[in-house]
């Protein structure tokens, strides 16, 4: 099966710094991957959609300026929180699935539980 | 757009024995892959089982299978002979077949195994 790694798994942050979470394909190429964010005890909600070498798709509501997205290359895209503050706090789940093949279901990474303090 | 309904947030079964969890799905897609997705307490999602809109038979997967009902967009999913390693959060899930690996979920249901 396919392997994302997602990093790090945890990760606290004063109020206004920037955080980065990593998610890598690493045994496949992705030309797109995906950002969720999931609050406690809720479901998975479509933040974005990395492109590889284009502009990241965000979904309504999402703060482009906010939650920076890049996709350099076909295994690493990467979630760059700015400015933080303790309501961004939340658990952010990547996924990708293989360039090969368009209708495989999406694998997931671990996960990284954001907390702002 | 797309949405994914799961009316019950928590579920309990008696270890055994069997339960059922209902979704149901709104779309105006014609083709598209419907999925099953648990998430143990370690907060990794597993794919548990996925069924293709244009296949009339029912996915199974072991103790695992859908009752999939395209008309009235239903796709509930039975667990057999419950273990205790079953507990976890399941996510129904689509996406349309042309839509690579964007995904939408439901709200999750809860399944509590009791030993």
């Known amino acids: 099966g396919a392997v994302v790694s997602q990093h790090p798994s945890r990760v606290i942050c004063k109020s206004g710094t920037s955080v980065k979470i990593e998610c890598r394909s690493l045994?496949?190429?992705?030309?797109?991957m995906f950002w969720y964010r999931q609050f406690p005890k809720q479901s998975l909600m479509l933040m974005a959609t990395?492109?590889?070498?284009?502009?990241?798709?965000?979904e309504q509501g999402v703060e482009k300026d906010k939650f920076l997205i890049n996709h350099a290359s076909l295994t690493l895209s990467t979630l760059t929180v700015t400015s933080a503050h303790p309501e961004d706090s939340s658990f952010y789940i990547c996924?990708?699935?293989?360039?090969?093949?368009?209708?495989?279901?999406?694998?997931f990474g671990q996960g990284t539980r954001l907390t702002v303090v | 757009a797309q949405t994914v309904t799961q009316s019950q947030p928590e579920m309990s079964v008696q270890e055994a024995e069997t339960v059922t969890l209902s979704c149901t799905y709104d779309?105006?897609?014609?083709?598209?892959?419907l999925f099953w997705y648990k998430q143990p307490p370690s907060r990794q999602m597993i794919l548990v089982i996925r069924?293709?809109?244009?296949?009339?038979q029912n996915a199974t997967e072991n103790r695992f299978s859908v009752n999939f009902q395209k008309a009235a967009k239903s796709f509930s999913l039975k667990i057999s002979d419950s273990q205790l390693g079953d507990a976890a959060m399941y996510f129904c899930?689509?996406?349309?077949?042309?839509?690579?690996?964007?995904?939408?979920f439901g709200s999750g249901t809860k399944l509590n195994v009791k030993p």
């Open positions: 996924s990708a699935g293989r360039t090969d093949n368009m209708n495989t279901e999406a694998f």
């Open positions: 045994d496949f190429q992705a030309t797109t």
């Open positions: 990395s492109n590889e070498g284009s502009k990241a798709t965000y």
């Open positions: 779309t105006s897609e014609s083709d598209y892959y």
């Open positions: 069924q293709e809109a244009y296949k009339q």
């Open positions: 899930a689509y996406k349309g077949r042309y839509n690579f690996n964007k995904f939408y």
